[in-house]
């Protein structure tokens, strides 16, 4: 797949973030119908056999529903592979999206040559998030085919520049894909992402407040009522920077303003205590603008209508 071909078969340019615990089958089919990009992140399914069958249900009801919609295509999809030595399902995972094709791969923490060449032997895309210009060299020197740019405020591991600097210091020496994260959640911020000189929006913790969305209530909730400023950054619960809901934080107990610091050695994904994801919620500070938890489809459709308004606004 070619990122035209990725272009042209969205309804708006939006991926929607592979989100730890979060994204499964049912958000993903559902942003997938509602015409843009579904991910989730392979360890999500869990255990590892688990994968082929999500891989299985995805492939098979996004096809019926090109069958029965052939004048309205579903988005590919994609899976998220975290290229970490803490990650030791990733050849497991690999040979399943390589058996199954899966459209887009998204990478992340580690860049791997061997990798991209299995995508790129059927086709496939693959993307690599980063939050430096040394991450953004590395990755496509090794390969990647495109970038994901995590810029100040994204949901959870994100970077602290300025999405203005990072896209437009990217766009000075590379000219491939480019999707733009952080704090984007509304139509208006996509048209803006795309102004700055990015692909593509991506979007996550816009998505948690939806039914299809593995998230319990009082996460979903916590969204609805939470704005930037009751996001915190901290390395504390897995070593690496990220942002995170302050309800989350408080509830364990933890004094949210004064936060220890982590130890980046002891990178941990699933055995931190309190755990990140499950107790902390990851979170980026666009949320102010969710006002309710919708269904994943409703809000493509209010993302849609924001973003043709704004394009009309601003044509004249």
Same mark, same amino acid.
């Given at each position: 797949?070619?990122?035209?071909?990725?272009?042209?078969?969205?309804? &708006?340019?939006?991926?929607?973030?592979?989100?730890?615990?979060?994204?499964?089958?049912?958000?993903?089919?559902?942003?997938?119908?509602?015409?843009?990009?579904?991910?989730?992140?392979?360890?999500?399914?869990?255990?590892?056999?688990?994968? +082929?069958?999500? /891989?299985?249900?995805?492939?098979?009801? /996004?096809? $019926?529903?090109?069958?029965?919609?052939?004048?309205?295509?579903?988005?590919?999809? #994609?899976?998220?592979?975290?290229?970490?030595?803490?990650?030791?399902?990733? =050849? *497991?995972?690999?040979?399943?999206?390589?058996?199954?094709?899966?459209?887009?791969? &998204?990478?992340?923490?580690? $860049?791997?040559?061997?990798?991209?060449?299995?995508?790129?032997?059927?086709?496939?895309?693959?993307?690599?998030?980063? &939050?430096?210009?040394?991450?953004?060299?590395?990755?496509? =020197?090794? @390969?990647?085919?495109?970038?994901? /740019?995590?810029?100040?405020?994204?949901?959870? *591991?994100?970077?602290?520049?300025?999405?203005?600097?990072?896209?437009?210091?990217?766009?000075?020496?590379?000219? @491939?894909?480019?999707?733009?994260?952080?704090?984007? %959640?509304?139509?208006?911020?996509?048209? #803006?992402?795309?102004?700055?000189?990015?692909?593509?929006?991506?979007?996550?913790?816009?998505?948690? %407040?939806?039914?299809?969305?593995? $998230?319990?209530?009082?996460?979903?909730?916590? &969204?609805?009522? !939470?704005?930037?400023?009751?996001?915190?950054?901290?390395?504390?619960?897995?070593?690496?920077?990220?942002?995170?809901?302050?309800?989350?934080? !408080?509830?364990?107990?933890?004094?949210?303003?004064?936060?220890?610091?982590?130890?980046?050695?002891?990178?941990?994904? +699933?055995?931190?205590?309190?755990?990140?994801?499950?107790?902390?919620?990851?979170?980026?500070?666009?949320?102010?603008?969710?006002?309710?938890?919708?269904?994943?489809? =409703?809000?493509?459709?209010?993302? $849609? !209508?924001?973003?043709?308004?704004?394009?009309?606004?601003?044509?004249?």
């Amino acid at each position: 797949m070619t990122p035209h071909e990725l272009k042209s078969r969205l309804r &708006i340019p939006v991926i929607g973030s592979p989100l730890f615990i979060i994204s499964n089958p049912d958000l993903v089919i559902a942003q997938c119908k509602a015409g843009i990009v579904g991910s989730f992140p392979a360890l999500n399914a869990r255990p590892a056999e688990l994968l +082929e069958e999500w /891989l299985q249900r995805i492939t098979s009801e /996004l096809d $019926a529903h090109n069958q029965a919609n052939p004048d309205r295509p579903a988005a590919p999809f #994609a899976v998220n592979q975290i290229v970490h030595k803490s990650n030791v399902r990733l =050849e *497991h995972d690999l040979e399943l999206c390589v058996k199954y094709k899966v459209p887009l791969v &998204i990478t992340s923490l580690g $860049a791997r040559p061997d990798l991209n060449e299995a995508v790129h032997s059927y086709g496939g895309m693959v993307m690599h998030d980063v &939050i430096n210009q040394k991450f953004a060299h590395k990755a496509i =020197e090794k @390969g990647a085919d495109g970038l994901i /740019l995590v810029a100040a405020g994204a949901g959870g *591991h994100a970077g602290t520049q300025s999405p203005f600097a990072l896209v437009q210091e990217t766009r000075a020496w590379f000219d @491939g894909p480019i999707a733009l994260s952080g704090s984007i %959640a509304n139509g208006g911020a996509v048209l #803006a992402a795309q102004a700055m000189g990015a692909d593509f929006a991506y979007i996550g913790s816009a998505f948690i %407040a939806t039914h299809e969305a593995n $998230a319990n209530e009082r996460h979903k909730q916590a &969204i609805v009522d !939470a704005t930037a400023q009751d996001i915190i950054y901290s390395n504390l619960f897995t070593g690496v920077h990220g942002n995170y809901l302050r309800a989350s934080i !408080a509830a364990t107990g933890l004094d949210p303003d004064n936060l220890p610091s982590g130890d980046p050695s002891q990178m941990n994904f +699933e055995t931190g205590k309190p755990k990140a994801w499950k107790d902390i919620w990851g979170c980026g500070q666009g949320i102010g603008v969710i006002d309710e938890v919708r269904p994943a489809a =409703e809000l493509v459709d209010r993302l $849609a !209508a924001e973003y043709a308004a704004t394009r009309a606004r601003l044509l004249g």
